[in-house]
């Protein structure tokens, strides 16, 4: 079965679920599931429509043609996607293997709805895990000096390969604005802070220190101009006295690759919608 | 602002969140949130649409003739409610105050959309409870042999008092399949049992001597035929080896109330819809 | 059967287990329980033991003057505390009435290892709620002008029911250092805030905007120099877009009263010790 | 540094503590950490003592005869590990990766205090897994006419290499009583059931059809007389209508290797002793 997802969001005003699910309606799409959220602070109403589009009765050009006339009459912002241009995604890494691991795993299983197309790294370390699954590796060395001909070359790279988006798997690279804006909302980060986030050096050490009884990890999608881009997921674990900095970095791991794997999830489900700071991450 | 919300089920066939949103837009209601749900192994389609039915162009009688209509067409299920007839509930309790407790507090915070109308209990330890918070407590005594007239009494008090569903808060009379057959799936009770749930007198003995690392509660809607009808919300606690049978009891306390709490909502909210032997909650 | 706790900590050396149980062992004490932790960053090594004291060969005075010329011979710090001397709690509380039901209520079902002496208010809006658990309450207004005033009176208040430790149950007022400083580490507050916290004013507004997936409260000893003192326990929930402001608001509630009553449990059965600016919590 | 990690439990009777410790205190050892539990129902002590023994007086025969002596006095069961025999283990497994793959990363990053000796399997599928961590891999076929020649197998393997434990990581065999009795207490094993645990087949479907809102795992030691042996570690993950049988078996993966892991490292740690039909783990 051909599917598509529509997700949308505009001013709250009458008739929105109407019109839409009018339109999908006579153009012979069959609604399998659709999530509204209606925004209170700014009045702003969301939706996420996916939708069996396999007997639509016009080509998708005509489709999108006149999706597009729909999102003027309400001056909505829109996106849609079709279920046969499934979107392939590129893993940076560095030395750290966890994430990578399971984002390969996850991937073999079927958890995650899209192609990994490519690992790029830093360091040549990783190479091995990604041929043993059989995903192209390619070693694009940073320094200091060669940053922008490094950004240059994975964009390259991305291009080559048709990456739709990246996920910085404990990548341990700074990004540039310019390449943050390339993949603005399409770059999918794991910050490895506890909450309440320690700043600066050693945050283990912070926590330890200062006995929390609880570590955290986030995922969000790294932006140009913030420090952390708007927040997909979050999660916790209890931790106490007994927790040495080893097994609080161990904890870590978990915490990592658990919140880094459900917001890549969500994306390649095209669950997630941002909207100014935040997220709407639909089910 | 009036508001409504419809639940609807029915075949998953094309058309029908185009038809119910048209119907809602044709009378002039405005959706505000709508969820749907297809459910994959009988092919069933959950709806539930939250409108504003303020601007409504007709009487609500018209509407809900409307309504029936559009079910006949489709061999829909349907269940529609509105924000001026605010549900009433009933709580019946033993000795055991923290459910009782529970539901007065968070009724009196405005956690739960209803009225708590009374408080009906074969003890009299809780009416200066009830008192307190100046709800009407009516004693109900059981035994063996009045089981019958107690709970054709409660239904009396029930009726005097419009009561729409009743919360067993640690209520300790098991009820005959009569009684809940006349609330069917609008009693909402809660199982103490740990799970895996032991069965017999002493669970929580039970659970102790097989070293279980987790224990939790149920809440769910209370059914004639069945020992336990379908599940409304569950919750669990990790537990250990220095956990006391007393501190266990405490957990438990907590672990009920919880679950109790977030079913009465729910419900409170129209949130939940049984199907067979399960129900979907939406958020 | 009457009980006692020792807690101490010093340098660790060789023996202190050894030592220290032989030093009960020969005042004819029985060990129940005794916890041990070794810090790694100062060496330090933290110890409670819990221990039958009923049978003890010499008086209660001879028995503390041995633990003394121990406690010099090894440079430890040290606490003793007996079952007969049950610790003696006030509350404070001002108008939020849910830690307040929930401190009255766990003293109520024995949860809390303390009596509950009286609460003390600033308003006089839960005065009822006190008397309805028969505890004492105390109306002492809080102004600009008046706090150092108000606050000697609270500590009359308490010299007189010979007070133990104080709990803030979202109590409003700021405490001058003066008064944290009669408490020290023998005041446990809870606060309200997100984590990761936001600043300022309105924490739930801004954790809305922010689209925070985890909220959370912290219980901690309130301390004269620091904004919060060491930290005593810690809880989060998952919250989504679907969550409005009253709801955060709602499960901030049950947030904050369950931290601050693992964290009063946990004070009044001895199983706390403070090193720095952390806590060790034994279970 | 040399450690060792003794556990004892036996009669609670008065001077335990005192006893043991200066047993090790008079061999010049010095306690680490130790860790007390009086269990109520049987008046059994249990304790683990975490000792530097890297200056003991004598030889290590010495010190386990005296022990043997101690232990005869109170009519203990002991057993003593020494950090410089390191365990070893053996995983068995069939067709699934997850488990392996998590074992293997884990005892990479040093977080299984064990040497991961070899990986038994009935299937070839999982060679490839294990040669690319470098660990022996044995291929050991079962069929329903030779499981007692391929356990013979898998005993001599595991003689071979020196095994302390196994681990099934979802190995979908059933062992004869007499391997699990081999390996008392030391095979560790994963339930991929529900809580509450649907019996029979497709348990997953179960779930599904009971709208159960909480799944978990357990793992637990391999017994020859019951079905389910000693639990050493449970989890749970929140499910609701939402959720196909596909997103549960995803989530069972993680549930699986969580609790598994959990198990293999209190095992690993000399954390866990077993008593009648359950666990006392220490942390």
Tied chains: 1, 2, 3, 4.
Excluded at 46 to 74: H, I, K, N, P
Excluded at 185 to 205: D, E, Q, S, T, W
């Amino acid at each position: 079965m051909e599917t598509a997802i529509l997700r949308l969001h505009c001013c709250d005003v009458k008739g929105i679920v109407y019109n839409v699910s009018r339109f999908i309606y006579e153009h012979n799409g069959n609604i399998i599931n659709a999530e509204q959220y209606a925004e209170a602070i700014d009045n702003r109403f969301f939706m996420r429509v996916y939708f069996d589009s396999s007997q639509l009765r016009c080509t998708r050009e005509t489709f999108c043609e006149g999706l597009r006339e729909l999102a003027a009459a309400f001056d909505m912002e829109t996106a849609i996607t079709f279920s046969d241009q499934r979107k392939r995604m590129a893993v940076m890494a560095s030395k750290y293997d966890h994430c990578l691991y399971d984002l390969l795993l996850r991937h073999r299983y079927g958890e995650i709805n899209a192609d990994l197309a490519l690992v790029v790294s830093n360091h040549r370390e990783l190479e091995h895990v990604a041929a043993s699954f059989h995903i192209p590796f390619f070693y694009v060395p940073v320094t200091k000096d060669t940053k922008s001909e490094a950004e240059a070359r994975a964009l390259e790279l991305f291009a080559a390969h048709h990456v739709d988006f990246v996920v910085l798997a404990r990548y341990m690279q700074i990004l540039t604005d310019d390449f943050a804006r390339r993949y603005e909302h399409r770059i999918i980060n794991v910050h490895h802070g506890f909450l309440p986030a320690f700043k600066g050096a050693k945050p283990y050490h912070q926590a330890y220190e200062h006995g929390v009884k609880i570590i955290g990890a986030t995922s969000h999608y790294a932006t140009a101009e913030l420090d952390m881009g708007p927040i997909i997921e979050q999660e916790t674990m209890r931790v106490d006295h007994t927790h040495s900095v080893d097994a609080l970095v161990a904890m870590g791991r978990d915490l990592e690759r658990n919140v880094l794997a459900a917001a890549v999830k969500a994306h390649a489900d095209d669950r997630i919608m941002v909207y100014q700071r935040r997220t709407i991450v639909f089910r």
